[in-house]
């Protein structure tokens, strides 16, 4: 009721607001795809007896996975967003500056 409720509100601010959680939430689940995708599908691939996966275990559960576990509390907090779009406006002018001269 509340998603449908956003969608039938009017004002410009509430619209860019959803737009903003719409993005978030999209960046959230880009993420969690890119980090588990592989895992998943290395651990089809072992149990359909394509390939001996044993040896990758480990490298999911202790390297690929925790970064998924780094990323979300960055993705929740505002601040880190914030940030990100003040260094990419920083970047943006500097990269202009670099063409004029």
């Known amino acids: 009721i509340n998603y449908v409720n956003m969608h039938l509100t009017k004002s410009s601010k509430s619209k860019s607001r959803t737009q903003t959680v719409q993005r ?4 959230i689940i880009l993420t969690d795809f890119i980090c588990w995708v592989p895992s998943i ?4 691939l072992h149990y359909l007896k394509v390939f001996n996966a044993s040896n990758f275990y480990p490298f ?5 996975l925790p970064i998924n576990s780094l990323i979300n509390p960055l993705i929740y907090d505002n601040t880190f967003f914030d940030s990100l779009v003040h260094l990419c406006a920083q ?5 202009k500056q670099q063409k004029k001269e």
């Open 24 to 27: 978030r939430i999209s960046i």
């Open 60 to 64: 999911f559960s202790f390297l690929i």
């Open 41 to 44: 599908l290395i651990c089809l």
């Open 91 to 95: 970047v943006r002018i500097l990269l």
